[in-house]
């Protein structure tokens, strides 16, 4: 096997698969600048899909259950959040928290699947595009760690053939069909109904979930270069308010890098930490407890 250095000079191979649906994902959501296809009813479904498939799904499922096990629920509760997460597009539960769990391992080191060291944009969306010679095969990544995912067969079936994607584009065409059905039994017209699914689709499917991608990436790339530092953790962690306000607490990253399997990211009175709120709900409704 070559060495690091060796290693951190090899050029990246893009991914084309994964480049195709980047760019088609995009394409879409670009289309809510469209005045047809601007409605306040498309507006609600992008806030309520923020919430459900980022802050649940990936913020506190794919997240702080999935890869740090930072507290405990039931199981019919893991699998929601879980499907919630798969919703967002950003892989199988067991690649993200494998993903992620490298990440912790060797944050901001040669091997770390996404450090800014190697540039802001690699952070942000290359490494998801593109793989370095240092990178891991996904089904061996997913095996080394998330087995315990992997030996459940609920995640284990998610990996199959990009059952995933499936699911996450299955909210689109839901959003769409909702949408067409509605303005049919209001009486509209054929073209009606179709600017009307279309706008459900665009503004609550696609437009959501780069929205929520660009959060969830914002973690990995810009708190990992501005921000202040609240903890010597040995990497290049920081709190960025910013991110915090747009990923719902976990721009305060500094500190989750300094307790990772702590449930809550902002200890300062200031350091607004909505997803810590929700699992504090959760607990208060016995549907979570602390681990």
């Avoid at 928290?97 to 944050?107: K, M």
């Avoid at 769409?176 to 009606?192: D, N, Q």
């Avoid at 437009?207 to 903890?231: C, E, F, K, P, Q």
Wanted: proline share 5%; hydrophobic share 50%; charged share 15%.
């Amino acid at each position: 096997m070559p060495d690091r250095d060796d290693v951190n000079r090899g050029l990246p191979r893009v991914k084309p698969d994964t480049l195709v649906a980047f760019v088609l994902v995009h394409a879409v959501a670009l289309l809510a600048v469209m005045p047809a296809l601007f409605t306040w009813t498309g507006v609600a479904a992008f806030a309520a899909g923020h919430f459900v498939f980022g802050t649940l799904g990936i913020n506190i499922g794919f997240h702080r259950l999935l890869a740090h096990r930072s507290f405990a629920c039931p199981v019919w509760v893991e699998r929601m959040l879980a499907l919630f997460g798969t919703c967002s597009l950003q892989f199988s539960p067991a690649y993200w928290v494998a993903v992620h769990r490298r990440h912790h391992q060797f944050s901001d080191e040669p091997e770390d699947p996404h450090s800014p060291r190697r540039g802001l944009l690699w952070a942000h969306f290359g490494w998801l595009i593109a793989r370095r010679p240092l990178d891991l095969k996904p089904t061996v990544l997913t095996w080394r760690y998330a087995k315990d995912m992997m030996r459940q067969p609920f995640y284990e079936r998610l990996e199959r053939k990009n059952v995933w994607a499936a699911v996450g584009l299955s909210v689109w065409i839901l959003l769409y069909v909702a949408g067409f059905t509605a303005e049919a039994l209001a009486g509209g017209t054929w073209m009606e109904c179709g600017w009307f699914g279309s706008s459900l689709m665009v503004w609550g499917g696609a437009l959501r979930t780069v929205v929520v991608w660009h959060s969830t990436w914002s973690v990995n790339s810009v708190a990992h270069v501005w921000g202040y530092r609240t903890h010597d953790t040995g990497d290049d962690s920081r709190n960025n308010p910013f991110v915090a306000l747009i990923a719902s607490g976990e721009g305060w990253h500094n500190n989750h890098h300094a307790d990772p399997v702590s449930p809550r990211h902002g200890m300062q009175w200031w350091e607004i930490d909505v997803s810590w709120l929700v699992i504090r709900l959760m607990m208060a409704l016995g549907l979570a407890r602390p681990r």
